[in-house]
């Protein structure tokens, strides 16, 4: 069975086409469904060993290989810069396996029994699949990246960021159009409040950052829905100490020129990346609470932020869980902006229904309680914030 979209391609792909193949029965297959490709039989190390370029397309037969073996070719493949699309048949292929090859760029599995028709659409779909990837990745697109920071725990940054990412995926409409990236990498929550698992695992890069491209940013991010990807670590206590700032600031950039929209989940406490991660914001969005305590924080924050970039950056911040004063003796708006010394750019409502129910069925409010007066004051914080012009001074890059 094809898992993706059944293939319609009209050009003829394939000959001329060097393809990598793994697995003694397809030894032949230049003489039949590939007519035309220059077939190489490889092994293991022959993808460990692979370069960008080197080949076309690689083809794995799952049952020619051991679990191992077949674990280390995707490994290889993912680690790989640009790494060429991946087609891998066979009868009963383990579902851990797929999950991770579907992770890279470009990958398809045809379950066996297939007919040689069904192959070379295959092949021939990631032929046409990989080529847009390059597009993607072309340096200099403009992208606008947001981060978003609570001024104490709990304020609802998380919520936030991942109703702000929503919102402008559904707007753009398109695939690959927003990133959220959760920069809590010890326990960052984005992935649970969406009910996906997390994948990425910087701490594997150690030092060697220049190894992250757009390819392999396709193979660390988890799609959550059309148009939005997450970027977020497995639990690690030890991540932020593990992943250096390098890898951080250069998985930032390598995002920057894919998506359309970043949009980061940072944590309050200040890191080794912190402030090019912030330097290379469009716009820094301070989520604070409707208390004095919370209050004080934002506008302490703020100053911090402001100081230590000198850019001329402001940060914008949001007032989230504004409640009706008839649940007790909270700040009003007004006497909250006294508080702060500057204006809030706005105010989300409190619905603990909405956000709790959300977070436990796993996804964005506005899909789970599209009328919650949440995702109203979202989109009024989105379309404001994106009516502003991009304002960049200094992209995240790294050293
Ligand atoms: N506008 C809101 N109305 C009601 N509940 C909300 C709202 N925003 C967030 N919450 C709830 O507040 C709690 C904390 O939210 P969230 O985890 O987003 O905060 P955070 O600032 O990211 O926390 P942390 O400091 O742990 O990262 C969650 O239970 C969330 O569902
Ligand atoms: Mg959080």
């Given at each position: 069975m094809l898992r993706s979209k059944s293939a319609k391609v009209s050009?003829?792909?394939?000959?001329?086409r060097r393809i990598l193949a793994l697995?003694?029965?397809?030894?032949g297959l230049a003489d039949g469904p590939l007519a035309g490709a220059l077939i190489e039989m490889g092994a293991v190390a022959s993808l460990e060993d692979l370069q960008s370029g080197g080949a076309d397309l690689v083809l794995i037969d799952?049952?020619?290989?051991e679990a191992t073996a077949l674990a280390a070719c995707v490994k290889a493949l993912s680690a790989m810069r640009n790494s060429p699309p991946v087609l891998m048949v066979g009868e009963n292929l383990p579902a851990g396996l797929v999950r991770n090859l579907l992770r890279l760029e470009a990958a398809d599995i045809l379950e066996a029994p297939y007919s040689p028709e069904d192959l070379a659409a295959a092949v021939q779909t990631l032929l046409v699949e990989a080529q847009p990837v390059v597009a993607a990745a072309?340096?200099?697109?403009a992208s606008r990246c947001w981060g978003v920071t609570g001024?104490?725990?709990?304020?609802?940054a998380t919520t936030i960021a991942i109703e702000i990412a929503h919102a402008l995926a559904v707007q753009a409409?398109?695939?690959?159009?927003v990133c959220l990236v959760?920069?809590?990498?010890?326990?960052?929550a984005a992935a649970a409040y969406l009910g996906c698992a997390p994948t990425t695992?910087?701490?594997?890069f150690g030092h060697a950052?220049?190894?992250?491209d757009a390819a392999m940013l396709g193979a660390f991010v988890t799609p959550v829905s059309r148009g939005l990807d997450l970027m977020a670590g497995v639990r690690d206590p030890n991540a932020f100490d593990a992943v250096g700032r390098d890898a951080v600031l250069r998985m930032l950039e390598v995002a920057c020129e894919v998506y359309d929209y970043v949009i980061l989940d940072l944590p309050r406490h200040r890191r080794s990346w912190t402030l090019d991660a912030l330097a290379g914001c469009d716009e820094v969005i301070v989520i604070s609470e409707l208390t004095v305590p919370a209050l004080l924080a934002a506008r302490a924050y703020s100053d911090e932020i402001e100081d230590a970039l000198s850019t001329g950056l402001r940060p914008r911040i949001v007032l989230n869980r504004?409640?009706?004063r008839m649940f007790g003796p909270a700040p009003s708006m007004t006497e909250a902006e006294k508080a702060l010394q500057r204006k809030a750019e706005a105010g989300i409502s409190s619905d603990w229904e909405a956000a709790a129910a959300s977070a436990n069925l796993g996804g964005p409010i506005a899909q789970h309680?599209?009328?919650?007066k949440i995702v109203k004051d979202v989109q009024a914080l989105v379309e404001s914030l994106a009516a502003q012009p991009p304002r960049r001074d200094a992209p995240a890059k790294a050293a």
């Open positions: 050009a003829d792909l394939i000959p001329g697995g003694e029965s397809l030894r799952a049952d020619a290989l072309a340096p200099g697109a001024a104490v725990g709990g304020s609802g409409g398109k695939d690959r159009a959760d920069l809590n990498l010890a326990d960052g695992r910087l701490a594997d950052a220049d190894r992250i504004l409640a009706s309680r599209p009328k919650s």
